[in-house]
């Protein structure tokens, strides 16, 4: 592969556990798939697959507690605002030193 061309990485598992599959071809640095052939071990389409499976279904729960939110737009500022200020009172007194 020539320096500086994408690296293609094909998930070309079209049957597993039963179901049927569909092929999807990620691109990432090529730094990255230098550092994925130090573990040919790692069979990294199904890392792939299940990082994907995990967000999908945060997606979904967020999604279905959020069409059953009785919370305002304005009660999710206010409520994030509320977070952003003590995450930055812990970082900042965390670096104190």
Partial sequence: MAL?????????????LGENMANMTLSMPDEVQEDMKEFPEIRWSEVARRAIIEKVEALKLAESLAKKSKLTQKDVDEFSKKVKALGSRRFRHANRN
């Fill in 4 to 16: 500086g061309e994408t690296f293609k990485y094909v998930l070309s598992h079209i049957y597993v």
